[in-house]
C-alpha cells in the first residue's frame, strides 16, 4: 500500500514561488507515475502536472511554463516548483501515483485512473 503525504503548501504573495513535496514512506516510487492535481473551491480536481518513472514531465496549459514537476529517487521524493504564482492557483493540492499511467496530457483529465492518494496541501495566493 503506496500512502502519499503533500508538503510545503503555505500563504504566498501574487508573483511568489513555493515549492511542494510529495513523499512516501517505506515504499519507493520509482515505479510509479506521479501526479499533482489541485482543487480550487468549488471547482473539481484539476489535473496539472505528472512526471512517469523515466522522468519524463507533462504539464496542463493552465501551468506550463511557470510549474516544474521533478523527481529524486535518493530522497523518494516528486516535486512541484511553482513560480510566478497567480490568485487563481490558489487550491489545495494532492499527489497521485498509479504504477500503469503513462503521463500524457489524457492521462490528467481523469482522476478516476489514479490509484494512490494523499490527503493535500493548501495553497493560497494572495496579496
Known amino acids: 500500500q503506496l500512502q502519499l503525504v503533500e508538503s510545503g503548501g503555505g500563504l504566498v504573495q501574487p508573483g511568489g514561488s513555493l515549492k511542494l513535496s510529495c513523499t512516501s514512506s517505506?515504499?519507493?516510487?520509482?515505479?510509479?507515475?506521479i501526479a499533482w492535481f489541485r482543487q480550487a473551491p468549488g471547482k473539481g480536481r484539476e489535473g496539472i502536472s505528472c512526471?512517469?518513472?523515466?522522468?519524463?514531465?507533462n504539464y496542463s496549459d493552465s501551468v506550463k511554463g511557470r510549474f516544474t514537476i521533478s523527481r529524486d529517487g535518493a530522497k523518494n521524493t516528486v516535486f512541484l516548483q511553482m513560480s510566478s504564482l497567480r490568485p487563481e492557483d490558489t487550491a489545495v493540492y494532492y499527489c497521485?501515483?498509479?504504477?500503469?499511467?503513462?503521463?500524457?496530457?489524457?492521462?490528467?483529465?481523469?482522476?478516476?485512473?489514479?490509484?494512490?492518494w494523499g490527503r493535500g496541501t493548501q495553497v493560497t495566493v494572495s496579496s
Open positions: 497521485a501515483a498509479d504504477a500503469y499511467q503513462l503521463c500524457s496530457k489524457a492521462e490528467l483529465t481523469t482522476t478516476g485512473d489514479w490509484t494512490y
Open positions: 517505506g515504499t519507493t516510487l520509482d515505479f510509479y507515475t
Open positions: 512526471i512517469n518513472n523515466s522522468a519524463r514531465p
